[in-house]
């Protein structure tokens, strides 16, 4: 467990220098090293310190934030196809967002409604998939594009009825792209914070994972449990949203590859999404910065791009 | 050692008039059969006895407190559970899933230790499933699924053991073995209560029987004086033949 973690973290590393030397102007690697101990030209300082890390950063803490809530939902749910994007989360938080931005509301006052619109969608999928029954996957899936479609056309909405000039700051919400991050501090914090906190619980997780009754029969109290489980999948989600938009298929590919790999354990599965996730995201960001440079695509169609296929191929295998 | 009480239980079956209420005791080294019809509630009655489904009336008590008022990690170290169903939606495996039974009895920080190790390998080796310990779970056949679950249950080392039907998918021989493994625990001062099908089984094994009716009915009692042809005809609404061989009752179902 130690020596894959390890190993994640080598490659987060290794991922952020790539982040830090790439761009419009490549840093090579001597200079980076010169940089990074203080020294180094003046546009290479400017540019690693001041535009290149804040960015790596923020895309790194998105991904982890985003492939930790895909985890903690998969195993909530019991079914590897659970995602915040693909369950609406992303569309609530973001209706939630252009809702505060449309009433010229400040930063924090638009974080705190991008999480209240992720909580409130969370809730709408969960009790409308829960029924009378339990979360099977199919009706788990259906209610999430549903509601995920709803949210889509409330925000065609908001779009259409706003005035132009407020247009530009909103629709990054709706691309996902990192440039936008004003400072990556938030997501970074709370993502490890959550590590922090959800670690103790990780067991609980592996053995809620073998379905509610049998946790409870080993002495989970398994409402206490999915109820904190639900509430910081939530959290993760509009925090990551709040930082770089909605950004898909994060949370459904990271930990599903990492399960293929690690095993099962959420002891290793969960920090470990958190660096697979943040490293994915970096090395999605510095593409889309450099593929067609000096244009930059939102980092949300290269996540879609890889994130579709596996998605189809994950359903396509499931039954 | 611990008991496990039910007073004045009724079992909530949606639908179904209360009955006759259940007052059994089930103490260190007692092995309990429930037997009944499909549907009689055998598997909602061995539920609401480990606290996980609500009883419509009356208590379940462990060790002189109420169920209730026991915390869940507190009642996983005195009483464990074999489910019927099991859901392994990720891969896990055999020995991931005995090392579960561990949970109860270590704190949030703690990670399996040697010893927690040892207990897993001891009890898939008690239940011939040693030599799977790192296969996946969804590779197996339905009978050595059923074993790891045991398994599972012996790592947990309750007090009482609850089983719902612990031989199912079982072969012949795995299912005398897994007989008198539950005879052995009873032996070293376990209470065992168990949903059983098969009427010669709980004859051999079975020191307390407790018939479950459609209705709600039930009645219950040392194996010998329950397990009379009249009563068991009336419970299955099936004739029965009862031949005698060396001591041993045995029930076959006439055609």
Request: net charge neutral.
């Amino acid at each position: 467990m130690t020596r894959s973690l390890l190993g994640l973290g080598v490659m987060a590393l290794a991922a952020m220098m790539l982040a830090l030397a790439m761009g419009s102007v490549t840093v090579p690697l001597p200079d980076l090293w010169q940089v990074i101990q203080g020294d180094g030209s003046a546009l290479h300082r400017t540019l690693v310190w001041e535009l290149r890390l804040p960015r790596a950063i923020a895309a790194f803490a998105t991904g982890g934030l985003l492939a930790v809530a895909g985890a903690l939902m998969q195993v909530l749910l019991r079914n590897p196809l659970a995602d915040p994007y693909i369950l609406g989360l992303s569309g609530g938080a973001a209706v939630g967002a252009l809702l505060a931005m449309l009433a010229g509301m400040g930063t924090l006052l638009i974080s705190g409604s991008a999480f209240a619109g992720a909580m409130l969608a969370t809730m709408l999928v969960f009790g409308l998939a829960h029924g009378t029954g339990s979360w099977t996957p199919s009706r788990l899936l259906l209610t999430g594009v549903v509601v995920a479609s709803g949210w889509g056309a409330v925000i065609t909405l908001m779009l259409a009825i706003t005035p132009s000039h407020k247009l530009p700051g909103m629709l990054y919400w709706l691309m996902g792209d990192v440039s936008y991050a004003r400072t990556p501090w938030p997501a970074f914090v709370v993502l490890v914070v959550s590590i922090g906190l959800i670690m103790p619980l990780a067991r609980n997780l592996n053995v809620l994972a073998r379905g509610p009754m049998q946790a409870a029969a080993l002495g989970v109290s398994v409402r206490p449990l999915e109820w904190a489980v639900y509430l910081l999948a939530s959290l993760l989600t509009a925090t990551a949203v709040t930082t770089a938009g909605s950004i898909g298929f994060v949370g459904l590919i990271v930990p599903h590859m990492l399960r293929l790999v690690l095993g099962n354990d959420q002891r290793t599965i969960l920090p470990a999404s958190a660096l697979a996730g943040g490293t994915l995201l970096v090395l999605a960001d510095t593409l889309a910065r450099t593929v067609i440079a000096p244009e930059q695509l939102p980092v949300g169609v290269i996540t879609a791009l890889l994130g579709v296929p596996m998605f189809l191929y994950l359903l396509h295998r499931s039954r | 050692m611990s008991t496990l009480r039910a007073r004045e239980l009724i079992i909530n079956i949606p639908g179904r008039a209360d009955g006759f209420a259940l007052n059994i005791n089930v103490e260190p080294g007692q092995i309990w059969g429930v037997l009944g019809p499909n549907g009689a509630g055998k598997t909602t009655l061995l539920h609401t006895l480990a606290g996980l489904h609500p009883a419509r009336s009356g208590q379940v008590v462990l060790n002189d407190s109420p169920l209730k008022e026991l915390k869940r990690r507190d009642i996983a170290r005195h009483l464990g559970l074999v489910f019927q169903e099991r859901q392994d939606t990720f891969p896990a495996t055999v020995m991931e899933t005995a090392l579960i039974g561990r949970h109860p009895w270590l704190s949030p920080w703690e990670s399996e230790q040697g010893e927690d190790q040892a207990l897993a390998e001891q009890a898939l080796t008690a239940l011939d499933v040693d030599g799977l310990s790192e296969r996946l779970l969804n590779t197996l056949s339905g009978g050595e699924r059923q074993r790891v679950a045991i398994a599972t249950l012996m790592t947990q080392n309750p007090d009482i053991w609850l089983l719902d039907e612990p031989t199912n998918h079982l072969d012949l021989h795995h299912q005398v073995k897994v007989m008198n493994l539950l005879r052995n625990q009873a032996e070293s001062g376990k209470a065992v209560f168990m949903c059983l099908h098969d009427l010669n089984m709980a004859a051999r094994w079975c020191s307390h029987v407790l018939l479950l009716y459609t209705n709600g009915d039930a009645c219950w009692g040392a194996t010998g004086s329950m397990l009379v042809p009249e009563a068991l005809e009336r419970l299955y609404n099936q004739r029965l033949i009862a031949l005698e061989k060396d001591g041993l009752s045995v029930f076959v179902p006439a055609q």
